[in-house]
């Protein structure tokens, strides 16, 4: 076999031997590129499921503690009713009595008037028998 022959297969081989090397590394970092992007992709999607997941979450427990907060408000609001309701039963019951007690102060005074009256005349007669007596024993 003559030389250049020789000489031209080896560069034949090495030549296909460069482009299979060529091919193998594109094909390989194409491959690590695509699996790269496909996890890539996975990561952003499961972080996004973590994400919605978390605001979710947050927003059940805002609305949790916003309920418990109303309802510890609404109950504070019926205790303050409650107790103005009983302290305005405490102040209509002492008006009623002072009522009661201003209207039998008041028939205590109506009824005194007619004695007054009866003892003022009394007291004049007592007072004319008495300058009578007076007059006579002088």
């Given at each position: 076999?003559?030389?250049y022959?020789?000489?031209?297969?080896?560069?034949?081989?090495?030549?296909?031997t460069?482009?299979?090397t060529v091919y193998?590394?594109?094909?390989?970092?194409?491959?690590?590129?695509g699996?790269?992007?496909?996890?890539?992709?996975?990561?952003?999607d499961?972080?996004?499921?973590?994400?919605?997941?978390?605001?979710?979450?947050?927003?059940?427990?805002?609305?949790?503690?916003?309920?418990k907060?109303k309802n510890?408000?609404?109950k504070e609001?019926?205790?303050?009713?409650?107790?103005?309701?009983?302290?305005?039963?405490?102040?209509?019951?002492?008006e009623?009595?002072l009522d009661?007690?201003?209207?039998?102060?008041?028939?205590?005074?109506a009824?005194?008037?007619?004695?007054?009256?009866?003892l003022?005349?009394?007291?004049?007669?007592?007072?004319?028998?008495?300058?009578k007596?007076?007059?006579?024993?002088?």
């Amino acid at each position: 076999m003559p030389l250049y022959l020789s000489i031209l297969v080896a560069a034949v081989c090495c030549v296909v031997t460069a482009l299979v090397t060529v091919y193998v590394r594109k094909t390989t970092i194409e491959k690590k590129v695509g699996n790269a992007e496909e996890k890539a992709r996975e990561i952003i999607d499961d972080a996004l499921k973590v994400a919605e997941r978390s605001k979710r979450e947050a927003l059940l427990e805002a609305k949790e503690e916003s309920l418990k907060t109303k309802n510890e408000l609404e109950k504070e609001t019926k205790e303050r009713r409650a107790e103005l309701q009983r302290y305005e039963r405490r102040v209509l019951s002492k008006e009623e009595a002072l009522d009661k007690k201003s209207e039998a102060l008041e028939r205590r005074e109506a009824s005194y008037a007619p004695k007054e009256e009866k003892l003022a005349k009394k007291a004049a007669e007592v007072d004319q028998l008495h300058s009578k007596r007076v007059q006579e024993m002088e």
